[in-house]
């Protein structure tokens, strides 16, 4: 109930009784009249209490208690009555003994208007409290009244003065104004005739364009006693011209004959100039928003039921909007109207930026238009405005051109780490052939009277040297099939007789392989106009590579037939496989998709873009089909029965010298089994013991009993490589001593320093020299 606030109207609101006695509780009088009055009460026990009351507050009522001391009253009653705050309020003496110990006149002159002696009467204090609690209020009640009442003509003065607001009336029989101060200042009156002008004195300031249609507005209101009203401009001191409207009432007499007309004047300039700036604004806005080349738009979100965003209304469009969006009349019409698919992610960005007003700059798709745009939008208005403005650009065609730079980029890279591949691969296939030749050259000049041997020895030259030609016609076939200069020397040929040219071709691999090979030819001939030599070269490329890509001891089945008016050709094997989503790279060039599972495959990933190639000019056509990996594979070739196409070229060879050191026993390990019996024979020439080991495993078996001081160890052996057959090596104690030499076709930094790691003395690449051999051996032993 208490209020401790200065401020004058919240202490207006008190009703309280502050009751003063030393006595430290409350007379049980004082409380019940209190409380049957509703009243709460404040107990001082103290004068400095009391004052401090009083000063913080209005009372209702102040009761000062007796306690003994009659000097004490009235000092109480005094101080209470001499402040300010306090000086009106009633204070009532009570508890008083009779007789009185002082004079009821020194109470009255201190300030008490009431006393009541003991015993104290309920009933009269009640009475008494009753009336002057009531009259307190009366009073607390005008005073409000009065406060409001100065409140709103401050107020209203206020309003006035914020609206330039001038008024006026005018007696229409004394042709007299009578106008405030900002009236007539407006007019340029006098301040000293303001309320005795005539109005033709008003009049004269008035624009001479607006005095004859203000005096037909004053006119008519006064015939027809209705409301007035006029818009003018009016001539400034120093000269210009300011608007001003007016607005007014006739008033009439009893018998409803125009008396006077009241009014304001309203100084209308600020507004004017204001809605002039607006439409100039609204122009400069209008010819931006028409003008800019990207397309803009105005929108009002729309949210379903639970308050989620759910579509989106066009409001406004600029003409660039049509031209990237393609949509027509967006107006009033709604994002799902227009593009009935478009994806929730719009809705849900475009409700975000509304919500939380943060911006958002973007780029995304709609697939309904198949079209990408870069996006801004901002929320236009306050928390609660759910409209936005969205400035956006087609960008389909950068996104286009982007994604083709990317695919060219990948492209290029893929076809540089293709030809690095490839050229890391070819060395590495030359000096497979390179090596058996090199020391069976070396072998035939230091033992040319042994005639068996260097007759053994020219066989596995030819060998090596026919692999070696066959190398080099397939990497000039495939240069010249890019350039477009191979031709094909075409005639009639029967299918089954180049089908037969290609198995012996590629018998010896097969063999080798040790697989099961079977050929089904058709019955009748199948007459091809074609170069044989180019279809011998396809399908001995495709049983190469079935069996290159198949383990040892598998199956691999050719079977050529009439289908129509093509001749089908089919190459099968129970191989590694090709994954499905490799089955078009396969004829990529230099594309080995199956390197990984067959190691030592060998070839230069050139074959089958071969085979694409040659097909293709024959006017057929060859595609790939497997299970998946270790699922085995399928080429099958169709070609057109007596269709007419175009080309054909030759080879290239090679040779090197020798050297000699004190005897050793050395390993000689290698898959080529050519390879390791002339690089035997040659250090069996040079004295040392050179047994062989055509594969990892068997090298470690003759390990034990050999107890080698130098290994010779191919790199790239199937089954178990080089790097493991080291590893293992450098695993056993036993052969600490032992040297490792890896002999191989790779030979760039990174295979030098692979080797080193996994454990390798020296690294030789193939063909290796008499001279490096030798310097190897002189440094291991």
């Known amino acids: 109930m208490l209020n401790t606030s200065n401020d004058y109207p919240d202490s207006l609101t008190s009703s309280c009784i502050l009751f003063i006695c030393p006595h430290a509780t409350v007379d049980p009088v004082v409380t019940q009249v209190a409380c049957e009055l509703d009243r709460a009460v404040m107990h001082a026990t103290s004068l400095h209490d009391g004052l401090t009351q009083v000063q913080r507050r209005d009372f209702a009522l102040v009761l000062v208690g007796y306690a003994g001391d009659p000097d004490g009253m009235l000092a109480v009653v005094s101080a209470v009555r001499s402040n300010a705050r306090s000086s009106l309020t009633p204070i009532v003496a009570m508890g008083l003994p009779?007789?009185?110990?002082?004079?009821?006149?020194?109470?009255?002159?201190?300030?008490?208007?009431?006393?009541l002696t003991e015993p104290l009467s309920p009933t009269i204090l009640r009475a008494k409290a009753r009336f002057y609690t009531a009259a307190f209020d009366t009073q607390i009640e005008r005073r409000r009244a009065e406060a409001a009442l100065d409140e709103t003509s401050r107020r209203l003065a206020r309003i006035i003065e914020a609206a330039e607001l001038g008024i006026w009336w005018w007696d229409i029989q004394a042709d007299r104004v009578e106008a405030d101060e900002r009236v007539a200042d407006l007019f340029g009156v006098p301040r000293h005739?303001?309320?005795?002008?005539?109005?033709?004195?008003?009049?004269?300031?008035?624009?001479?364009?607006?005095?004859?249609?203000?005096?037909?507005?004053?006119?008519?209101?006064?015939?027809?006693?209705?409301?007035?009203?006029?818009?003018?401009?009016?001539?400034?001191?120093?000269?210009?011209?300011?608007?001003?409207?007016?607005?007014?009432?006739?008033?009439?007499?009893?018998?409803?004959?125009?008396?006077?007309?009241?009014?304001?004047?309203?100084?209308?300039?600020?507004?004017?100039?204001?809605?002039?700036?607006?439409?100039?604004?609204?122009?400069?806005?209008?010819?931006?928003?028409?003008?800019?080349?990207?397309?803009?738009?105005?929108?009002?979100?729309?949210?379903?039921?639970?308050?989620?965003?759910?579509?989106?209304?066009?409001?406004?469009?600029?003409p660039a909007f049509i031209k990237h969006t393609g949509l027509v009349d967006a107006i009033g019409k709604t994002a799902r109207e227009l593009v009935p698919g478009l994806e929730q992610h719009w809705f849900d960005i475009y409700g975000r930026v509304a919500a939380t007003g943060e911006p958002v700059r973007f780029e995304n798709e709609v697939k309904g238009l198949s079209r990408w745009y870069d996006v801004y939008a901002t929320r236009l208005g306050g928390p609660f405005a759910y409209r936005l403005a969205v400035l956006f650009t087609d960008v389909?065609?950068?996104?286009?051109?982007?994604?083709?730079?990317?695919?060219?980029?990948?492209?290029?890279?893929?076809?540089?780490?293709?030809?690095?591949?490839?050229?890391?691969?070819?060395?590495?296939?030359?000096?497979?052939?390179?090596?058996?030749?090199?020391?069976?050259?070396?072998?035939i000049r230091r033992a040319?009277?042994?005639?068996?041997?260097?007759?053994?020895?020219?066989?596995?030259?030819?060998?090596?040297?026919?692999?070696?030609?066959?190398?080099?016609?397939?990497?000039?076939?495939?240069?010249?099939?890019?350039?477009?200069?191979?031709?094909?020397?075409?005639?009639p040929v029967d299918l089954a007789t180049v089908v037969n040219a290609a198995i012996e071709t590629s018998m010896p691999l097969l063999q080798a392989a040790r697989h099961k090979f079977t050929a089904h030819l058709p019955a009748q001939p199948l007459p091809l106009l074609a170069d044989p030599t180019r279809l011998t070269q396809v399908?001995?490329?495709?049983?190469?590579?079935?069996?290159?890509?198949?383990?040892?001891?598998?199956?691999?089945?050719?079977?050529?037939?009439?289908?129509?008016d093509d001749a089908v050709i089919?190459?099968?094997?129970?191989?590694?496989?090709?994954?499905t989503d490799a089955l078009e790279a396969v004829f990529r060039m230099f594309t080995q998709v199956g390197q990984a599972q067959q190691p030592g495959s060998g070839g230069l990933g050139i074959g089958l873009s071969l085979v694409r190639s040659l097909v293709e000019l024959h006017g057929g056509s060859v595609?790939?089909?497997?299970?998946?990996?270790?699922?085995?594979?399928?080429?099958?070739?169709?070609?057109?029965?007596?269709?007419?196409?175009?080309?054909?070229?030759?080879?290239?060879?090679?040779?090197?010298?020798?050297?000699?050191?004190?005897?050793?026993?050395?390993?000689?390990?290698?898959?080529?089994?050519?390879?390791?019996?002339?690089?035997?024979?040659?250090?069996?020439?040079?004295?040392?013991?050179?047994?062989?080991?055509?594969?990892g495993h068997q090298a470690l078996r003759m390990l034990p009993m050999l107890m080698p001081d130098v290994v010779f160890l191919d790199l790239g052996m199937p089954g178990m490589s080089g790097y493991e057959v080291a590893t293992a090596i450098r695993a056993d104690v036993r052969y600490a001593a032992v040297r490792l030499v890896a002999l191989t076709g790779w030979g760039g930094a990174a295979d030098r320093e692979r080797t080193a790691q996994a454990g390798f003395d020296a690294h030789l690449t193939k063909p290796a020299t008499v001279e490096a051999i030798e310097e190897v051996l002189r440094q291991m032993t």
Request: aromatic fraction near 4%; glycine fraction near 8%.
């Open 448 to 491: 040319p009277g042994d005639a068996a041997a260097v007759s053994r020895v020219h066989e596995i030259m030819g060998r090596q040297l026919d692999h070696l030609v066959l190398l080099v016609d397939d990497l000039l076939d495939v240069a010249r099939i890019q350039r477009g200069q191979v031709e094909l020397r075409c005639g």
């Open 396 to 443: 389909t065609e950068r996104r286009r051109s982007d994604a083709a730079l990317r695919q060219m980029a990948a492209d290029l890279s893929e076809a540089n780490r293709l030809k690095t591949e490839f050229l890391a691969t070819l060395a590495h296939e030359l000096r497979n052939p390179l090596a058996p030749i090199r020391s069976g050259l070396q072998f």
């Open 193 to 318: 005739e303001r309320s005795s002008a005539p109005l033709a004195r008003y009049l004269a300031a008035i624009h001479p364009d607006d005095v004859e249609s203000t005096r037909a507005e004053i006119g008519t209101a006064i015939a027809a006693c209705s409301a007035y009203g006029a818009t003018y401009r009016i001539r400034l001191p120093g000269g210009g011209w300011r608007w001003v409207i007016a607005r007014g009432h006739v008033d009439t007499d009893g018998q409803g004959n125009a008396r006077s007309v009241r009014g304001v004047i309203i100084d209308a300039t600020r507004q004017l100039e204001a809605e002039q700036q607006l439409r100039a604004s609204e122009e400069r806005y209008r010819t931006l928003f028409n003008s800019i080349d990207d397309a803009l738009c105005v929108i009002d979100m729309l949210f379903d039921a639970d308050g989620a965003p759910c579509d989106y209304r066009f409001v406004e469009t600029n």
């Open 98 to 115: 009779l007789p009185l110990p002082m004079s009821h006149e020194s109470l009255y002159d201190a300030g008490v208007i009431a006393v």
């Open 539 to 564: 399908i001995s490329n495709l049983l190469n590579n079935a069996a290159r890509y198949t383990p040892k001891g598998g199956r691999i089945a050719l079977c050529a037939e009439r289908d129509g």
């Open 623 to 695: 595609h790939a089909d497997s299970a998946g990996t270790n699922a085995g594979s399928q080429f099958t070739v169709r070609l057109p029965l007596g269709s007419e196409p175009v080309g054909a070229a030759p080879p290239a060879t090679q040779a090197a010298p020798a050297s000699a050191v004190s005897p050793c026993n050395v390993l000689v390990v290698d898959d080529n089994r050519d390879a390791a019996e002339t690089l035997a024979a040659l250090l069996s020439m040079l004295g040392h013991s050179a047994p062989v080991a055509n594969d």
């Open 570 to 579: 089919t190459v099968t094997d129970n191989g590694i496989g090709i994954a």
